[in-house]
């Protein structure tokens, strides 16, 4: 029985010889890049990132965000950015770039205790 | 674009001692976080397997797309098909947040260096099949799927709360439709009937082999991808399963089935796993239909691809 | 509020009972419209003319739908999908429309009564009493005919619809109103691939070339109007497709030209034909693979 796994969402998978994936496998064939689309899920909401997509171009992002992630009237408005053009800070850079606020407590909501008789907090 | 130098770089103990950390606490690993070359490898492979299992499970029951019996039957099917394409998409998006390619891995599909699901390798012979497959198959994927939502790799957790919210609408559409077909015909009663008995095992064989058949599921647990035993989700199913069963008024296929009033959980038959290997190994009735349709649709329609990659070529800054 | 996922925001907005994955915001297209059929109309036409546009539907939506499962990239199999849906719903609007002012053809003489009339009349009528034209019936061909044959159906569509919604059957007009914004969407889909197809690759550019002439012959009964349509356009109820011409026409011309397609000679007008019940054997088969099941189980509830 040890040729069947169960991992991934519909189980029983056989296993076997299969090909490791490598990173940056991208072929040299000419596949459409990928997407990152944030979706405003009501009026008053932040963009919120919802998922990724490949298209071949923005326009045609905008269109297949619109048909995959806003088909239960999900949102109210999408962005779309090509995944390559996002500068992120690196997760090694995380202590000096966040570190410095973690003292600041008393920048967060939490920091003041109200007792719980106070109304509209 | 240079990053501020560390005045010392983390070496592989302590990434590995950081790692072991936010898994501890609960904590979600995100895309460029370092991670062990396992848990990536692991990840990959699983999410992708998933995500094949989606696509190719788009077929089975989209063999009913143009012959669906009533107008608001066919919009229900077509909407569940649709989002079976979504679920692949978004997971072979979680896939490239850990450096796979979509193209790449659907290759692999396609040369079956990958698998998906056994259990899509099994013909749909009546409609009665697409409510069984709601109700049983998306059933059992839901509890298969429903601890994912907590997977220690986010983009994957994320990914599975959205499938998971519409799975439900899968299992319901289901569960719905085989209700309305016992109260229809006779011959429409044996429809369901005979879509169980032949769907019932294959289901009870999604959740994978015996716990101490697994030799892989301890280190996935340590990790934080896998949640439960096979076997406990497997009994989670046949408890949650029998008594939706019996409001139905079908007969599961497995004369052992009853209720142990100790423990209040259902006793089952043992499974035969050889009808699972048959399929498993490539004799399943469909596997080389399934592989075939997938080949084709990307084959026949490479020019489409390409074409629009050229047209964004000669028109970028325009 | 901390809001993990743009789902848990969604959900609070929608009731909070985790149920926006079956759909939220949903309006019932008909809700509060009059359906009852306004003075010095004849139901007899009314009903002709909602099969016409129903049908038109019902077939499209059906000729989409074969692309499930076959589309190379997913973002587009989902694309097929939601606007067979759309095809779909006005399909349904208009059939059951239809069944309510009582034309319902030979479908009830073989339909058991507990059947709803939109499923009796998709189900149960034969080719020759359908009413689309061949223009949605013919085969969809590779995916640049696909697209051709999508964009001239939307941009037909939706001049008709955009004008329907002045119709002084409220149904008629409502249906229209709601169905415009999905049309727009189609015709504004399929126009993109088709840029993209015409101005893409030597192979992509053939294709699509290939893709508008078959379906330029397909057009020469579009604007002709049975005698249906000639009343009910004299009674405020229907769009006379003639009306629509010039819009079509230069909408697809535009679109060709930009794609670097010739646009190839109109065909000359014809007599309606799908309108009337005359059929290819194409649709013989598609209405086959449709109405099979249902016809084994004419007693059988869904």
Same mark, same amino acid.
């Given at each position: 029985?040890s040729?069947?796994?169960?991992?991934?969402?519909?189980?029983?998978?056989?296993?076997?010889?299969?090909?490791?994936?490598?990173?940056?496998?991208?072929?040299?064939?000419?596949?459409?890049?990928?997407?990152?689309?944030?979706?405003?899920?009501?009026?008053?909401?932040?963009?919120?990132?919802?998922?990724?997509?490949?298209?071949?171009?923005?326009?045609?992002?905008?269109?297949?965000?619109?048909?995959?992630?806003?088909?239960?009237?999900?949102?109210?408005?999408?962005?779309?950015?090509?995944?390559?053009?996002?500068?992120?800070?690196?997760?090694?850079?995380?202590?000096?770039?966040?570190?410095?606020?973690?003292?600041k407590?008393?920048?967060?909501?939490?920091?003041y205790?109200?007792?719980?008789?106070?109304?509209?907090? | 674009?240079?990053?501020?130098?560390?005045?010392?770089?983390?070496?592989?103990? $302590?990434?590995?001692?950081?790692?072991?950390?936010?898994i501890?606490?609960?904590?979600? !690993?995100e895309?460029?976080?370092?991670?062990?070359?396992?848990?990536?490898?692991?990840?990959?492979?699983?999410?992708?397997?998933?995500?094949?299992?989606?696509?190719?499970?788009?077929?089975?029951?989209?063999?009913?797309?143009?012959?669906?019996?009533?107008?608001?039957?066919?919009?229900?099917?077509?909407?569940?098909?649709?989002?079976e394409?979504?679920?692949?998409?978004?997971?072979?998006?979680?896939?490239?947040?850990?450096?796979?390619?979509?193209?790449?891995?659907?290759?692999?599909?396609?040369?079956?260096?990958?698998?998906?699901?056994?259990?899509?390798?099994?013909?749909?012979?009546?409609?009665?099949?697409?409510?069984?497959?709601?109700?049983?198959?998306?059933?059992?994927?839901?509890?298969?799927?429903?601890?994912?939502?907590?997977?220690?790799?986010?983009?994957?957790?994320?990914?599975?709360?959205?499938?998971?919210?519409?799975?439900?609408?899968?299992?319901?559409?289901?569960?719905?439709?085989?209700?309305?077909?016992?109260?229809?015909?006779?011959?429409q009663?044996?429809?369901?009937?005979?879509?169980? /008995?032949?769907?019932?095992?294959?289901?009870?064989?999604?959740?994978?082999?015996?716990? /101490?058949?697994?030799p892989?599921?301890?280190?996935?647990m340590?990790?934080?991808?896998?949640?439960?035993?096979?076997?406990e989700?497997?009994?989670?199913?046949?408890?949650?399963?029998?008594?939706?069963?019996?409001?139905?008024?079908?007969?599961?296929?497995?004369?052992?089935?009853?209720?142990?009033?100790?423990?209040?959980?259902?006793?089952?038959?043992?499974?035969?796993?050889?009808?699972?290997?048959?399929?498993?190994?490539?004799?399943?009735?469909?596997?080389?239909?399934? !592989?075939?349709?997938?080949?084709?649709?990307?084959?026949?329609?490479?020019?489409?691809?390409?074409?629009?990659?050229?047209?964004a070529?000669?028109?970028?800054?325009? | 509020?901390?809001?993990?996922?743009?789902?848990?925001?969604?959900?609070?907005?929608?009731?909070?009972?985790?149920?926006?994955?079956?759909?939220?915001g949903?309006?019932?297209?008909? $809700?509060?419209?009059?359906?009852?059929?306004?003075?010095?109309?004849?139901?007899?036409?009314?009903?002709?003319?909602?099969?016409? *546009?129903?049908?038109?539907?019902?077939?499209?939506?059906?000729?989409?739908?074969?692309?499930?499962?076959?589309?190379?990239?997913?973002?587009?199999?989902?694309?097929f999908?939601?606007?067979?849906?759309?095809? *779909?719903g006005?399909?349904?609007?208009?059939?059951?429309?239809?069944?309510?002012?009582?034309?319902?053809?030979?479908?009830?003489e073989? $339909?058991?009564?507990?059947?709803?009339?939109?499923?009796?009349?998709?189900?149960?009528?034969?080719?020759?009493?359908?009413?689309?034209?061949?223009?949605?019936?013919?085969?969809?061909g590779?995916?640049?005919?696909?697209?051709?044959?999508?964009?001239?159906?939307?941009?037909?569509?939706?001049?008709?619809?955009?004008?329907?919604?002045?119709?002084?059957?409220?149904?008629?007009?409502?249906?229209?109103?709601?169905?415009?914004?999905?049309?727009?969407?189609?015709?504004?889909?399929a126009?993109?691939?088709? *840029?993209?197809?015409?101005?893409?690759?030597?192979?992509?550019?053939?294709?699509?070339?290939?893709?508008?002439?078959?379906?330029?012959?397909? @057009?020469?009964?579009?604007?002709?109007?049975?005698?249906?349509?000639?009343?009910?356009?004299?009674?405020?109820v229907?769009?006379?497709?003639?009306?629509?011409?010039?819009?079509?026409?230069?909408?697809?011309?535009?679109?060709?030209?930009?794609a670097?397609?010739?646009?190839?000679?109109?065909?000359?007008?014809?007599?309606?034909?799908?309108?009337?019940?005359?059929?290819?054997?194409? @649709?013989?088969?598609?209405?086959?693979?449709?109405?099979?099941?249902?016809?084994?189980?004419?007693?059988?509830?869904?």
């Open positions: 029985m040729d069947l796994t169960a991992e991934g969402g519909h189980g029983a998978v056989p296993t076997g010889p299969e090909v490791p994936v490598e990173p940056g496998a991208a072929t040299t064939r000419r596949d459409w890049p990928l997407y990152e689309v944030f979706v405003r899920g009501k009026r008053g909401l932040n963009h919120v990132h919802v998922g990724s997509l490949h298209a071949p171009d923005e326009e045609m992002a905008v269109h297949a965000a619109r048909d995959l992630y806003t088909r239960r009237n999900e949102g109210v408005s999408i962005w779309v950015v090509r995944a390559a053009d996002i500068t992120a800070s690196s997760p090694d850079e995380k202590d000096p770039m966040f570190t410095p606020s973690g003292d407590v008393y920048r967060h909501p939490t920091f205790e109200i007792p719980e008789n106070v109304p509209h907090m | 674009m240079s990053a501020p130098a560390l005045d010392r770089p983390l070496d592989e103990s $302590a990434l590995q001692g950081r790692f072991d950390a936010t501890a606490a609960g904590h979600r !690993i895309p460029r976080d370092w991670m062990p070359e396992g848990y990536r490898k692991t990840l990959v492979r699983q999410i992708a397997q998933h995500a094949h299992s989606e696509i190719i499970g788009m077929q089975p029951e989209g063999d009913w797309l143009l012959a669906a019996p009533s107008l608001r039957r066919k919009a229900v099917l077509l909407a569940k098909v649709q989002d394409a979504g679920h692949g998409l978004y997971l072979y998006s979680a896939a490239e947040t850990l450096g796979a390619d979509r193209a790449d891995l659907t290759d692999k599909l396609i040369e079956r260096r990958q698998k998906y699901s056994s259990i899509f390798n099994y013909p749909t012979l009546t409609y009665a099949d697409v409510g069984v497959i709601g109700w049983l198959v998306d059933g059992a994927a839901i509890c298969n799927q429903v601890p994912l939502c907590r997977s220690s790799y986010g983009p994957y957790a994320r990914a599975m709360i959205r499938v998971c919210k519409e799975e439900s609408f899968h299992q319901r559409q289901g569960y719905e439709l085989l209700m309305t077909m016992m109260t229809g015909t006779a011959e009663q044996a429809m369901v009937q005979d879509a169980v /008995d032949r769907w019932w095992w294959p289901s009870l064989m999604m959740f994978g082999p015996p716990d /101490d058949e697994s892989n599921s301890a280190q996935s340590a990790w934080g991808i896998k949640r439960h035993s096979n076997d989700l497997r009994q989670r199913f046949v408890d949650m399963t029998v008594p939706q069963a019996e409001v139905l008024g079908v007969t599961l296929p497995d004369p052992e089935l009853a209720l142990d009033r100790d423990t209040g959980r259902y006793r089952f038959g043992a499974i035969d796993w050889s009808e699972l290997q048959r399929v498993i190994s490539g004799q399943g009735p469909c596997n080389d239909e399934r !592989i075939a349709r997938r080949r084709a649709a990307r084959d026949d329609n490479a020019w489409v691809t390409e074409a629009a990659t050229a047209y070529e000669k028109h970028a800054g325009v | 509020m901390h809001e993990e996922t743009v789902y848990d925001a969604l959900d609070s907005a929608h009731g909070g009972e985790g149920q926006w994955a079956f759909g939220t949903f309006d019932e297209p008909l $809700a509060g419209v009059d359906t009852t059929v306004p003075d010095g109309i004849d139901p007899a036409d009314l009903g002709e003319y909602c099969l016409m *546009l129903g049908d038109d539907a019902l077939v499209l939506a059906q000729r989409l739908t074969e692309w499930m499962t076959a589309a190379r990239e997913l973002e587009e199999e989902v694309a999908g939601n606007t067979a849906l759309d095809l *779909l006005q399909a349904r609007l208009l059939l059951a429309r239809a069944g309510s002012v009582g034309v319902l053809g030979r479908s009830r073989r $339909a058991t009564p507990s059947i709803p009339d939109e499923d009796a009349l998709a189900y149960f009528r034969d080719p020759d009493e359908f009413r689309c034209t061949a223009l949605v019936a013919a085969p969809g590779d995916f640049g005919q696909t697209m051709v044959r999508l964009l001239a159906a939307s941009t037909l569509r939706l001049a008709v619809f955009t004008r329907l919604r002045d119709s002084r059957d409220p149904v008629l007009a409502a249906i229209a109103a709601k169905g415009v914004h999905e049309l727009t969407y189609h015709r504004d889909h126009a993109r691939w088709v *840029l993209r197809l015409g101005d893409g690759t030597p192979e992509s550019h053939r294709r699509a070339q290939a893709g508008v002439d078959a379906v330029w012959p397909l @057009l020469a009964d579009v604007f002709s109007a049975t005698d249906v349509e000639r009343r009910l356009v004299a009674a405020g229907a769009v006379d497709p003639a009306a629509t011409r010039s819009e079509v026409t230069a909408v697809l011309t535009q679109v060709l030209g930009q670097t397609l010739r646009v190839p000679e109109w065909p000359a007008d014809v007599p309606p034909r799908g309108r009337v019940g005359e059929h290819s054997p194409d @649709l013989t088969a598609l209405l086959a693979t449709l109405q099979g099941l249902a016809r084994q189980h004419p007693a059988a509830t869904w």
